[in-house]
């Protein structure tokens, strides 16, 4: 590709999360919702992704490699940042911090939630069942953890999908990056109505 | 005469490039109308400060005081504005003057904006025309076209919008708002476009375009109102199609 490696690197940046991670995390979220409709759905639904063929390459390809680049490389811009809210309090300066403190609090999260799961799961430590969420978000110390966890990383995405508009040219007039932003706002409140749904669903039963 | 009215001045200043900022406070007589300029030109001349001392005067940059050069452009009361048109009738006291702090600071509040002229240079900011015959009168503009264009090229070079971005700072080499606008201005221009794509190129880099982390502060900032994100979201527009024209190598370049 043209232009030099800093310029590759934010476009693949951009790229990354919003195709794969973005399309993953709604996927993500959609099946995990199968649990509000009883322990027999949710297992039936993970069981379906477990046992999609070569599982392996999907998750190496379309998670794991994307979320690594996206999280290492998105440290690095968010800490090439200088924070100046005290002078500057505009709405989207406040995105923009936000944008990268969630950053910060998702790749906390998703590290604690990946180790938790998928790799106690990989180790037999844990097997993938309703059980496990369960378990898990019974303790009202890791509720408010994933509470806080989810919603964060919904926030990421939705806001990071109002820059991705900016970044690839699609909206450039300062209107069509306002409907965007009511469009993003949208999208936070459905994905965080579903993640936060799911989680109620385990940690009370309701 | 009424009873004389102070004003207060809280100054930033630094006696050199490389010596430590402290704080100095000035009390001046009010006149009325005063800018910002004409109370520093009080303290010019009586350097005296609030204690009684005399000291040196303060040193500031200024040119045309009247918001067309952008020499004058200081922090006042936490914002980055040219201090000719600040009057002092509309700011809260004390009023407290700083450098911008993403500038080399020269002595007190004048700043070394040199970086921004790099910068413009390195983006050829500029309809290169020069040759030795004459080459004629060149395509015509469209009008609604000049009106856009017309906006962009009222940017003084001021550093306002560098010191509003939270991307410009000593962590990134970031080029700021205002190059990339007259990347757009020139490459807008219909002799200026022939080198569009080598003005593209230049800015395909983290230093470029892609240092903007649209905060959009500049155009919040920008005293001549100039839309700097629409200039930086049509350029990420531009650069995306020039690196898709591109990506298996460019059929113009061999």
């Not at chain 1, 369960?134 to 990421?156: A, C, K, N, Q, R």
């Not at chain 2, 757009?184 to 800015?203: C, V, W, Y």
Request: proline share 5%; net charge neutral.
């Amino acid at each position: 590709m043209a232009g030099s490696r800093g310029y590759v690197n934010r476009r693949l940046h951009s790229l990354l999360g919003v195709v794969p991670i973005g399309i993953f995390l709604i996927q993500h979220l959609t099946v995990n919702f199968f649990a509000t409709r009883g322990p027999e759905a949710f297992n039936a639904a993970a069981h379906f992704m477990e046992s999609l063929p070569y599982r392996y390459v999907l998750e190496i390809f379309i998670i794991f490699l994307p979320l690594l680049f996206h999280s290492i490389y998105g440290v690095y811009i968010a800490f090439t940042a200088k924070s100046n809210l005290k002078n500057f309090g505009y709405f989207r300066n406040y995105m923009f911090m936000l944008q990268r403190f969630t950053g910060i609090i998702t790749l906390i999260f998703i590290a604690w939630h990946v180790w938790e799961t998928r790799i106690a799961i990989g180790f037999g430590w844990a097997d993938l069942n309703y059980q496990l969420m369960e378990g898990i978000l019974t303790d009202p110390f890791f509720f408010w953890f994933y509470i806080v966890g989810v919603i964060s990383t919904t926030f990421h995405f939705s806001n990071g999908l109002w820059s991705f508009f900016v970044s690839w040219g699609i909206t450039v007039s300062p209107r069509s990056q306002r409907i965007m932003t009511y469009v993003s706002i949208i999208v936070f409140v459905a994905i965080s109505y579903v993640g936060v749904r799911t989680l109620i669903q385990f940690a009370y039963g309701v | 005469m009424s009873e004389e009215k102070n004003i207060t001045f809280i100054i930033t200043r630094q006696d050199d490039p490389n010596s430590q900022p402290y704080e100095e406070t000035f009390e001046i007589p009010y006149r009325n109308n005063m800018n910002v300029i004409s109370a520093l030109m009080e303290i010019r001349r009586n350097p005296v400060n609030a204690e009684g001392k005399t000291t040196t005067p303060v040193y500031w940059d200024m040119g045309c005081l009247e918001e067309v050069c952008g020499a004058c452009s200081m922090i006042i009361n936490g914002k980055p504005r040219q201090s000719c048109t600040a009057l002092v009738d509309q700011l809260d006291q004390p009023i407290r003057l700083e450098p911008m702090s993403t500038f080399p600071i020269n002595r007190d509040l004048a700043v070394d904006r040199n970086r921004m002229f790099d910068s413009l240079k390195k983006v050829k900011a500029w309809v290169p025309i020069d040759g030795t015959h004459d080459l004629g009168p060149g395509p015509k503009m469209p009008e609604s076209k000049r009106q856009w264009a017309y906006e962009l090229s009222k940017c003084m070079t001021c550093g306002v919008c560098l010191e509003a971005c939270p991307n410009v700072n000593s962590k990134s080499d970031f080029i700021g708002p205002a190059a990339l606008s007259q990347v757009r201005l020139f490459n807008s221009h219909p002799t200026g476009a022939m080198n569009k794509s080598e003005r593209l190129q230049t800015i395909m880099d983290a230093e470029g375009i892609m240092g903007c982390g649209n905060a959009q502060n500049c155009v919040e900032s920008c005293p001549k109102g100039i839309p700097l994100t629409t200039s930086i979201a049509s350029l990420y527009r531009d650069t995306a199609i020039e690196s898709f024209k591109s990506f298996f190598g460019s059929d113009q370049r061999v």
